[in-house]
């Protein structure tokens, strides 16, 4: 039984590193593609919101945008910080201007979107921290100087509904206001300016040859496809992906040792059984199939407890690495998959029919009367 | 063809040799014997005597160093291993002092065990087995598992095993060493009712009721046999 759970602990382990060699790749990517927009336009040599650059000639970039007809929508995002007093607090948030009609930064949950110029939403996160409810008007600032306590840019925003925000981190503060108010909150060092682009492209239509064909209308931008986005994101977590890769071999290994002692150690308690069965004319073949099916059947049981306690830990580990500051919510490091479950079973399974092989032919492989002659001895 | 007259078990000059480290041993120097069918033959010595070797070569779970070893007319000195597989399945009993029964099988499926191997259908090998169990008077133990069995219950199933296949032959290595004297006795009166209905025995014992109870003894020492 313990070392059935041991191959358990091998599996969960192996489970959890096949999901984690893959599981953030397919969480960001389910991610990028949830709002079914296939591109994004960065400043150039920069991921969106990597840095705080942003993106001059809105109104330009959007005309030629509008130029490609395999181009459904565009959605230029604005992205800064808001400080709101609450007393003699100052609460501070990340904010989006967005046009509430394409944006695919947040999902709205009550109250009433941003459909006019002094409209705000905020995430729960923010309410709390505000302590405030729909209907209450904010002094919503673009600056703030701790030294002198001072806020520039304010301007007094009306806060209407909840939003859950798709690309924020967990206990951050996010808003949203329509882009032309985040820009006049600015100043006129923001007027006419995005820190992204957001492009749904027509049904059909490739999301890579439109992205191409705005590397080369707009060579100011950073053209990313969800495909180049996934490729950029592989190299940054190739870290991640070696890691589990070597986790996962030594456990698959770990696995394999635990089998093949068992078996072993089974085969040499039974040394005089087995000779036995060979006397009695049980096939060298039959002895060998026997025995790694005993080394399958191991296998199995502890892949199918190990499944469950991957899928546990996976749970457990995800929700300490997704509270990592600054990573999107909605971002898994260990995302199941069947695949993945069913490649951590197989991997099991076949390590333990190999694991069995060596015992067993050893085992049909042992000279019958020598065998018995030992046992007697014994 | 082989004539019912000729002997079921012949050796011609079989030696045995092992080595033992830098040593040779000569198990068995230079043994002729021959074995009538429907005899019953104990083969008796001193440990170390070379009786088990011999019993070994005439089961075929062996080669001989040297000689010729025929049994029911086939010679088997120099079988490859899956011939000799195949011949011991369909040709020989073989009864050890360890029971060896696999533990986690009935009564009924070891017996049925040996006619599985030999791809006997799931009918014929249940009833075979029942029918045997039955002669060895265990037909109400056939669901029990070794564990609930007595040692003597044991060496029964073990001996309806042997018999599992109608071998021409049934060897027996110390069949009573590892029971009581009262159960072994049960097991020397099973063997010669075996006997008596025409199953040709050869057993090594030092049990001096199961040497008595046999037709013919053969003395060995020193790896020869010094008295048929």
């Known amino acids: 039984m313990l070392a059935v759970l041991g191959v358990a602990v091998a599996t969960a382990m192996l489970l959890d590193m096949v999901m984690l060699a893959t599981g953030m790749r397919e969480s960001f990517r389910e991610l990028l593609l949830s709002q079914g927009f296939d591109i994004r336009l960065a400043p150039k040599g920069t991921l969106p919101f990597d840095t705080d650059a942003t993106i001059p000639g809105v109104s330009a970039i ?5 130029s490609n007809p395999d181009i459904r929508e565009i959605s230029p995002v604005l992205g800064g910080s808001i400080h709101i007093p609450v007393g003699a607090r100052d609460v501070s948030a990340a904010v989006l201007g967005v046009d509430p009609t394409v944006q695919g930064d947040y999902e709205f949950l009550s109250g009433r979107d941003i459909t006019t110029p002094d409209a705000i939403v905020a995430n729960d996160y923010l309410l709390k921290k505000l302590r405030a409810s729909f209907g209450d008007t904010l002094n919503v600032s673009a600056g703030y100087d701790p030294q002198t306590r001072t806020y520039s840019g304010q301007r007094k925003l009306v806060l209407t509904g909840k939003a859950r925000f798709i690309y924020g981190a967990t206990e951050q503060s996010a808003a949203a206001v329509r882009r032309e108010t985040l820009e006049a909150l600015g100043g006129g060092a923001r007027r006419d300016r995005a820190s992204l682009f957001m492009v749904r492209v027509r049904k059909g239509a490739s999301p890579d040859s439109v992205r191409n064909w705005i590397a080369t209308q707009i060579p100011s931008v950073s053209a990313i496809s969800v495909a180049t986005a996934i490729a950029e994101v592989d190299q940054r977590l190739s870290y991640f992906r070696q890691l589990a890769f070597i986790l996962g071999a030594v456990s698959l290994f770990v696995g394999f040792l635990l089998v093949t002692t068992l078996v072993t150690v089974s085969v040499n308690e039974r040394a005089g059984e087995i000779a036995v069965m060979r006397a009695i004319g049980v096939s060298r073949a039959h002895v060998v199939q026997q025995i790694v099916i005993e080394g399958v059947a191991i296998s199995v049981v502890g892949a199918i ?5 991957g899928l546990v830990t996976a749970r457990y580990l995800n929700s300490i690495l997704s509270a990592f500051p600054g990573l999107p919510m909605a971002i898994d490091f260990f995302l199941f998959q069947p695949r993945a479950a069913w490649s951590a079973l197989g991997l099991l399974v076949g390590s333990g029919i190999f694991a069995g092989i060596y015992p067993a032919w050893r085992a049909a492989s042992l000279p019958i009367a020598e065998s018995l002659r030992r046992e007697a001895i014994a | 063809m082989i004539a019912d007259s000729a ?15 830098a040593e040779r041993v000569h198990a068995l120097q230079g043994v002729s014997l021959d074995v009538e069918r429907g005899d019953y033959v104990a083969i008796v010595g001193p440990s170390g005597c070379g009786k088990s070797t011999l019993l070994n070569l005439i089961g075929v ?3 001989p160093t040297s000689g010729t070893v025929t049994i029911s007319g086939k010679r088997v000195d120099a079988m490859s291993d899956r011939e000799a597989t195949s011949f011991r399945l369909h040709n020989i009993g073989f ?3 360890r029971f060896y029964l696999m533990p986690i099988l009935s009564a009924l499926e070891n017996v049925a065990l040996p006619m599985a191997e030999a791809k006997l259908r799931r009918e ?12 060895v008077g265990l037909s109400s133990r056939e669901r029990h598992r070794p564990s609930e069995l007595s040692g003597g219950e044991q060496q029964r199933v073990a001996i309806a095993r ?34 008596s209905d025409g199953t040709t025995i050869v057993v090594v014992t030092h049990d001096e009721d199961l040497a008595n109870a046999a037709r013919h003894n053969v003395h060995m020492r020193d790896g020869r046999i010094v008295n048929a």
């Open chain 1, 62 to 66: 959007t005309g030629v945008l509008r």
């Open chain 2, 162 to 195: 042997a018999l599992a296949n109608h071998p021409a032959l049934l060897l027996a290595d110390e069949p009573t060493g590892e029971l009581d004297a009262r159960t072994g006795t049960e097991i020397i009166s099973l063997f010669q009712r075996l006997n």
């Open chain 2, 124 to 135: 014929e090998r249940d009833a075979r087995a029942a029918e045997l169990l039955a002669y």
């Open chain 1, 305 to 309: 407890i190990g499944l469950a306690l």
């Open chain 2, 7 to 21: 002997p079921i078990v012949s050796l011609r000059d079989v030696r045995r040799d092992y080595a033992l480290g």
């Open chain 2, 61 to 63: 779970i062996d080669q």
């Open chain 2, 95 to 97: 009864v050890f002092q």
